[in-house]
């Protein structure tokens, strides 16, 4: 009965503190980062990724962790409350200039979460108003270091830079900066159309520059395939050249064999028995036949004196042919018609008459 006696005038005391004294540590930026303050009750439950501060007669005791906790009446107050979650917060938008002197207005959003609720309540007055600012000055520090180009092509890294530049200075405030993303970038009207100017300029650029290797790709490969053409082409004519000369090569082979065989053949002939009767009658018959040839190609005609004697050129030819053979044994026997005409140009008297 005493216990609750003393805890409902501990309760009523607080709450006439609470009222007497101005709450003039909460700020309208702090109630964006804590829930409203709870009284001290004796009896307190925390909630989940939250983090009460609690100060004992004005100076800093402890935190209470999430889950049941108790407190002294009117010697402990929970001073701060910080949310453990993740917390998004909108950069304003403001102006800045670049590298090539474009004057730029941009703005973002800033991710970032309490690492140390104590850092975070003593460690800055306004956690929001301090980051913001921070984030304010050193998107202008990074835009000042790149060109326009650059800023629309790096933004991940311009980024990234705001990141490590801010948690460089937030490190002393137990708050962790997750990501920075740039929201919208605004270009003054004039730079905008020059901007659209080249774009469109490189466009067309692109096209006549496609337009052109077209155009020179086609040439390539028209050019590539008469060259293609000829090659094959005198590929061709050189397989065609071979293939003649390979054959005549074969005809000429085939010729000088047979040919050969004849030789033997008649030399074989002529050693027989009754062989010089048959020379002596192939010797006629090519006389006849020479003869009957006279006058058919020119009309110059070259004739023996003694064109009736037959018998008697023959022979003579037999002779000489005897006389040859007996003189030069191991010579190789000659072809017929080759013997036949050398021994009719022998057998010619020396008296030749021309007739017109």
Same mark, same amino acid.
């Given at each position: 009965?005493?216990?609750?006696?003393?805890?409902?005038?501990?309760?009523?005391?607080?709450?006439?503190?609470?009222?007497?004294?101005?709450?003039?540590?909460?700020?309208?930026?702090?109630?964006?980062?804590?829930?409203?303050?709870?009284?001290?009750?004796? !009896?307190?439950?925390?909630?989940?990724?939250?983090?009460?501060?609690?100060?004992?007669?004005?100076?800093?005791?402890?935190?209470?962790?999430?889950?049941?906790?108790? /407190?002294?009446?009117?010697?402990?107050?929970?001073?701060?409350?910080?949310? /453990?979650?993740?917390?998004?917060?909108? !950069?304003?938008?403001?102006? %800045?200039?670049?590298?090539?002197?474009?004057?730029?207005?941009?703005?973002?959003?800033? $991710?970032?979460?309490?690492?140390?609720?104590?850092?975070?309540? $003593?460690?800055?007055?306004?956690?929001? $108003?301090?980051?913001?600012?921070?984030?304010?000055?050193?998107?202008?520090?990074?835009?000042?270091?790149?060109? /326009?180009?650059?800023?629309?092509?790096?933004?991940?890294?311009?980024?990234?830079?705001?990141?490590?530049?801010?948690?460089?200075?937030?490190?002393?405030?137990?708050?962790?900066?997750?990501?920075?993303?740039?929201?919208?970038?605004?270009?003054?009207?004039?730079?905008?159309?020059?901007?659209?100017?080249?774009?469109? %300029?490189?466009?067309?650029?692109?096209?006549?520059?496609?337009?052109?290797?077209?155009?020179?790709?086609?040439?390539?490969?028209?050019?590539?395939?008469?060259?293609?053409?000829?090659?094959?082409?005198?590929?061709?004519?050189?397989?065609?050249?071979?293939?003649?000369?390979?054959?005549?090569?074969?005809?000429?082979?085939?010729?000088?064999?047979?040919?050969?065989?004849?030789?033997?053949?008649?030399?074989?002939?002529?050693?027989?028995?009754?062989?010089?009767?048959?020379?002596?009658?192939?010797?006629?018959?090519?006389? !006849?036949?020479?003869?009957?040839?006279?006058?058919?190609?020119?009309?110059?005609?070259?004739?023996?004196?003694?064109?009736?004697?037959?018998?008697?050129? !023959?022979?003579?030819?037999?002779?000489? $042919?005897?006389?040859?053979?007996?003189?030069?044994?191991?010579?190789?026997?000659?072809?017929?018609?080759?013997?036949?005409?050398?021994?009719?140009?022998?057998?010619?008297?020396?008296?030749?008459?021309?007739?017109?």
């Amino acid at each position: 009965m005493m216990l609750r006696t003393l805890c409902r005038t501990g309760g009523a005391i607080l709450q006439h503190t609470q009222r007497s004294v101005p709450r003039l540590w909460v700020t309208p930026a702090q109630q964006r980062w804590a829930s409203s303050l709870p009284m001290n009750t004796v !009896v307190l439950f925390v909630p989940q990724q939250e983090a009460w501060v609690v100060e004992r007669m004005g100076r800093f005791h402890r935190i209470l962790e999430p889950g049941l906790n108790f /407190l002294i009446p009117i010697l402990d107050r929970i001073r701060y409350v910080q949310s /453990l979650k993740e917390i998004v917060i909108d !950069v304003p938008e403001q102006s %800045a200039v670049s590298l090539d002197n474009v004057t730029l207005q941009i703005d973002g959003v800033l $991710y970032l979460r309490i690492l140390d609720p104590f850092k975070a309540s $003593y460690g800055v007055e306004d956690p929001e $108003y301090a980051v913001t600012q921070l984030a304010q000055t050193t998107m202008r520090s990074e835009l000042g270091k790149l060109t /326009l180009d650059k800023v629309f092509r790096e933004r991940e890294s311009l980024n990234s830079n705001i990141v490590h530049s801010i948690n460089q200075a937030s490190d002393e405030w137990g708050i962790r900066c997750l990501r920075y993303e740039i929201k919208d970038i605004h270009v003054p009207p004039r730079v905008k159309e020059s901007m659209q100017m080249q774009v469109e %300029a490189e466009r067309r650029k692109r096209a006549t520059v496609l337009e052109s290797e077209g155009t020179r790709e086609a040439a390539i490969n028209v050019a590539e395939g008469r060259k293609q053409a000829q090659i094959l082409a005198s590929e061709g004519e050189k397989a065609e050249r071979i293939n003649n000369a390979a054959g005549e090569a074969q005809a000429v082979l085939a010729k000088a064999e047979a040919k050969a065989k004849a030789i033997r053949l008649l030399s074989d002939a002529l050693t027989e028995q009754n062989g010089n009767a048959a020379a002596s009658l192939s010797v006629a018959e090519q006389y !006849v036949s020479a003869f009957s040839n006279l006058a058919k190609e020119s009309n110059t005609i070259l004739l023996p004196s003694n064109t009736g004697d037959i018998s008697g050129m !023959v022979s003579q030819a037999m002779t000489i $042919y005897s006389t040859l053979a007996k003189t030069s044994p191991k010579i190789p026997a000659v072809g017929v018609e080759e013997k036949s005409e050398e021994l009719l140009s022998i057998s010619a008297s020396p008296q030749e008459q021309r007739t017109q």
